[in-house]
Every structure is written in structure tokens, then in C-alpha cells.
């Protein structure tokens, strides 16, 4: 499915190098790097406190690290984002990137309808035509499993999954290339997660996206992520294929967070 | 006339308001912060349009001041009466022979002429304000022009009425660039708002902010491609003077659903009465006069 990419293939679709934030004294994230190329998704776990979001929130903008490169494969060839005006990364994070948030209640407009959220995106890019916002947004609706006779209710009459599922129909409807997800699971309990993990799965597979998936849950990584990076304290301690870092933890610490998985 | 300075507000206060006017008319649409002052009526009683007449009067200046179209109802009596006292100027209800107007909620029906300003008092000026409430996001997409959510507004109007069903403060775009709120008129008037030689200025006293549409600037209403723009009105001639083409107020006549359609502009329907028109319900107006 990476043949349907407009990227070329051997250039990394985002390279990240050297990022650094720092609060104060105090370390968010230490010198990362890593390259991610079209089509695949990297999975980001650690403990709480451990940088991912922090990491995650550098790469998407909405933080400004203090050192390091995130050069992202726009269509005009690499650019680093944190060198770009705000207007061009604003422009790029409505189009090119999306951002599912951990709760839907900060990525949705609580009292605009399902429709009008799905269809934002598409008017913040210059869809001016109110037939065809409208189709596309049934058409999304339909595919997050949302009954289509829901287009006109607000999102706080929804279930707390289906407002997830309002949340991703509204970022992938731009087709982006690049999808930041925050704990996308997070709070959902299990059944509803494992439907939401089905659908991201095959979205993520269709539309040959590429994702950077921040979580806790290794459930999580394993089912969706081609690679995984393992966080404490800030820096990156492991990293490598999902199943080999799972299966044979290295570090110390990997070992500890394998080991400390309940199960049933 | 002696208690107060020319038109109430002192001559540092009047520069600092034509300075924010000056740079409104240089950046149209553009909302400039100004300090507005305390004035003596509460806020949304046009303290924003006030200091903006206040501004702009010389004591050549012949003022009228409009209500909802009307020149007689109290918020436009005060306010004349109030320049009247403090700055001692010519009032009149004739559109064509006032070289500034203050109103609220309309645009007369008059097409205005070069020598002429139209001030507007506005409530609320910021157009996303219902959709965005912090005042940095908007002010962000303001600068970045990241518009769409305007569209949201519209489009949620479609999703739920089957039409776009805002009727007054319907958001326009001013010279390509800035998304305004014209105040909330009737969107029967948005099309003068366009290309129209007299200078409109608008003011927003307890928001501090004070905009301008300069003359001759072209003004888009928003809308969809396939939900076009339509100035609406009630689909009734004036029963008084048989306008058919003026913005109408509904009046109810008895508790029996009896109702009839008067202009909105009271002017505009006098003089058309004196020149003879007479409406479904109209009396020749020169009997009226003599009574």
C-alpha cells in the first residue's frame, strides 16, 4: 500500500534529530533521533513522566523544543518544520498532519454537530461546497462506525468511544500523510478499545498513513506499531521492531515494563 | 455647552479614537484595540459608536442617529439629544442632509454619498467569538486568515434549518482579507456595505475594539457554493407607503394575528409618503399632517 505514497520512498517521511526540551533544570526530552518512513508506524512507550508526550508535542508544534531538527517530507521537498512561519506549520498541521488527542473533548468542538466537526477540517482547507463537505462527512462517519442518522447530533450526546471514533474521522478526513495519536485508547474501557484498535488498524493500513502512536499500553503498540521506542527519564533507552523489543527486551528497564504486563 | 468639551470626550481621548479610526480605515476590517472610556449610558447603549461620533464631529456637522431604522425610538432620541447638548450640533432625521449618522442595527435605505460617515454601534465584534472563545486563538486566525471556522457557523446553520438561517450579523469578508462582523444588521443590508462611497467606521465600546470599512472597499457576505448568498426580507410591500423593496418590521396590530408591514426606516417611509406613495393600510399623508 506505500505505492500510493506521493513521497518518495528512500527519504524518511520525518527525521528527527537531536531534539531536546528542557523545563527549566529539568529534562522533558534528551537528544532524540529517529527517522520514520512512509507507511509505517512507531509506537512511543514508556512510564508516566518518562517524555512521550512531551516528545510528542515537540513533533507535532505544539511545543517549542530548544535544540534538535524535525524535517518533515513536505510536498516541496524536506523542510525543517521548526524552522517554517507559524502560518506554514499551522497550514501543515491542518492538512499533511493530524493530532488525535488523548481526550476527544480537546480535539472535538463540543457544541458543533458530528458533521460540522468532520467537515472543519475540510473548510479550514478551502472546501467551500456544502453538498460535497456533507457527503465526505457521511462517508467518514460511515467509516468510524458511526450511524449516518448521528451527522446531527452534538458530540456530547455520544459515548465516550464514539467520540473517539468522531475525533479520528475528523483528522484522516484531510487525508494526512502523518497522524500524532496521543493515548488514543486511554480511558476507554476494553471492549471499546479493542473495536477502536480494529479500526485504526485497518484505517492506518488502507490509507498506508504513517503514525506515531504515545501509550502505556503495550497491547496497544504490539497490535498496531511496526517499530517501538522505549522511554525513561527523557531519552530513549530501546528501540527496534515492535516484536523483537517485546519479545527480547535488552534494557533493564524494557525488561521491567514486559515483565509488569497483567495478564489474565 | 460651557460644563463640557466639544462633543463630551476631551481632545487627548478624541486623538487617541482617531488614531485607532485612522488606522482602522488603513487595515479594513481589521479590529484595532482602542482604550475606550466610561461614557455616560451603560454599555449597549452604542458607548462604542458614541465615542467614535465624538471623534469624528465638527460643529459643521449635521448628526442623525438611527434605532433599528428608526430615528424616534429611545436609544437614537438619547444619543441625539446627548451630542445635542455637548457638542451643540445641527441634528436632523433626513438621510440625504446629515453628513454623519450613527446606527444601530440598520444601513438606511438612502444609498449615502461621499460626504457622508456611517458609525455603527456593535455589541460584539468578533465574528468567530461564538465558535472560538479565547480571544489569542482568535486573534491568531485573524492574523494567519484561517477562516474556515466561519464556515462551521454556516454550515451548522444548513445541517439544522435546511437553510443558512442567520439573518442579522451575518459575517462578511472585507477586501479579501479580513473577516468582519458588520454588526448586527439585518443581512438585507449587507449588499450596501460593498462599494459604498461614505466612509463606516465601526465602534465596540465595551469590547474596546473599532473597525473600518473605508469607501469604496469591496464587501463579500460568506456563504457556500451551493447555498449562495441571499439578502432576505419579509415578502410583503410597507403598508404605509407601499415600498416594496425596503427592509419591513412585522407589527401585530390586535390579539388576533392581525399584522402589518411597515419600513424598518422611518425616514425613508415618511418621505415616500410625502412624495405620495401610499401603502395597503396608508392614509394620503397630507391629511395626517393636518390633523
Redesign the interface.
Known sequence: MTLMQPVALDTPLLAVRGLTKRYGPRIGCADISFDLWPGEVLGIVGESGSGKSTLLSCLAGHLRPDEGEVIFATEDGPRDVLQMA??ER?RLA?SDWAFVHQNPRDGL?M???A??NV???L????A????D??ARATDWLGRVEIAVER??DRPSAFSGGMQQRLQIARNLVTGPRLVFMDEPTGGLDVSVQARLLDLLRGLVREMGLSAIIVTHDLAVVRLLADRLMVMKSGRVVEQGLTDQVLDDPQHAYTQLLVSSVLQV | MTDYNFAYLDEQTKRMIRRAILKGVAVPGYQVPFASREMPMPYGWGTGGVQVTAACLTPEDRLKVIDQGADDTTNAVSIRKFFQRTAGVATTEATAEATLIQTRHRIPEQPLTQDQILVYQVPIPEPLRFLEPRETETRKMHELEEYGLMHVKLYEDIARHGHIATAYAYPVKVEGRYVMDPSPIPKFDNPKLSDSPALQLFGAGREQRIYAVPPYTHVVSLDFEDHPFEASKAPHDCDLCGASDSYLDEVITDDRGSRMYVCSDTDHCRSRRAAGFIGRLGTPFATEAAE
Open positions: 507559524e502560518a499551522r491542518r468542538r457544541g458543533v454537530t458533521g460540522g467537515g472543519e477540517r473548510m479550514a482547507v478551502g467551500r461546497h456544502y453538498g463537505i456533507r451527522i446531527d
